[in-house]
């Protein structure tokens, strides 16, 4: 559970308590993905590194940085080599007071562990790491253009759990084109027999401007909404069953295994994004950092802003946007606290996909179904 109040209810607060860093290096691009990513990393001269360091050091002259949460996405940042992630790790943990962090995640990718790089995160401190699995299915795995097999896969999962962190993810991705119910039902299965703490399943979502969507846009790939919808099933029951507590549309976990970073968000704190094409959110006001690995280097070395986009929500805007994201939780919000969106809401009842839970009023299952039109009425 969270301490977390809704933000609408808060002032921007002085102190921030949520970091996320983007690292957007990855050893190959796959065809489905739209993060602001470049292949590469190891090449990555210490400027990159250094600018990272330079931003905190920026972010810290102008609030309090006492981290709860620290969340290191991407892009890949085990694309890094062991001993950049030394050097960028070791320099935060230096300049941060972490004497708050209860949870630093890092996202991983399979091909890019090994067993001395795992131990060095974990003595440096990460506690969860999340490893981007998608599937069992090596053909599945071909066809998604990841860079590992699923043996590679099994074995980094193995070094992960040798190293010692007290929480792994294993994300999956499902509605893959040419995905059958068998190939996902045993990829489900052998996910539960490794017995990860947590486990975020995805819809594939086809993102404009990717290989994917073009194929989609071209008739090559063709969505499939009923063998979907079989395949979300498929997963909030068997996951249920092997004792993985649906928290949220997309995320499973294990009890006291539930991601904090991601439930800060979802519970409107403040948070801190460093790295090029990062976001940041204090109060009502949002800005991104620049999508472009060199450009962001440049100018932060040069003390110039990161930032590239902004702008100010407006107080309807965050309350909404905080609903959407709250109600697809598994708690839901109070009658109380969706007010302002009353007739929406009885209308969303009445059609079956909202329910009553105590003061709440939370996703039933067909409404997890259709969260988006749930999500559609908040903002
Ligand atoms: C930044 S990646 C995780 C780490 C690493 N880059 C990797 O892919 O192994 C975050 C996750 O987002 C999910 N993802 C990426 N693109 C997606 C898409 N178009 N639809 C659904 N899920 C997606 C994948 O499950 C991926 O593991
Ligand atoms: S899914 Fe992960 S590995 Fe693939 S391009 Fe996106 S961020 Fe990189």
Known sequence: MTNEQPHALRQPESVIRHLYFHIPFCPKLCPYCSF????????????????????????AAHHTLKPETIYFGGGTPTSLLTDQLD???????E?????????????????????EKARLLRDIGVTRI?????????????????????????????????????????????AVP???????HTTLEKTIALAPDHISSYCLTYEEDTDYFRKLTGGTFRQDDERDAQLFETTMDTLAAAGFAQYEISNYARPGHESQHNRAY????????????????IGNERWENVRDTAAYTQR?????????????????????????FRMRTAEGM??????????????????????????????????????????????
């Open 36 to 59: 602001y990513v470049e292949v590469g990393g190891k090449n990555k001269n210490r400027a990159f590194l250094d600018a990272l360091l330079r931003e905190v050091d920026d972010a």
């Open 87 to 93: 050097y960028l790790l070791g320099g935060l943990r």
């Open 95 to 115: 300049r941060l007071d972490l004497s708050a962090l209860r949870e630093w995640t890092l996202e991983a990718n399979p091909a890019t562990v090994r067993a």
């Open 130 to 174: 999340s490893l981007g699995v998608q599937s069992w299915d090596d053909e599945l795995l071909l066809t998604l253009g990841r860079v590992h097999n699923s043996k590679q896969a099994e074995n980094t999962y193995h070094i992960l759990r040798d190293a010692g962190f007290p929480s792994v993810n294993l994300d999956l991705m499902f």
């Open 178 to 184: 040419g995905q059958t119910h068998a190939q996902w």
């Open 266 to 281: 979802w519970f409107g704190a403040d948070y801190l994004g460093f790295g090029p094409g990062a976001f940041s959110t």
């Open 300 to 324: 932060v070395l040069t003390g110039e802003s990161a930032g590239a986009f902004r702008e100010t929500l407006t107080q309807t805007q965050r309350a909404g946007e905080i609903a959407a």
């Open 334 to 379: 109070s009658r109380t606290e969706l007010a302002p969106w009353t007739a929406a809401m009885e209308e969303l009842e009445k059609l079956g996909l909202l329910e009553t839970s105590g003061e709440n009023l939370r996703l039933t299952r067909r409404g997890r179904m259709l969260a988006d039109s749930v999500g559609e009425a908040l903002v």
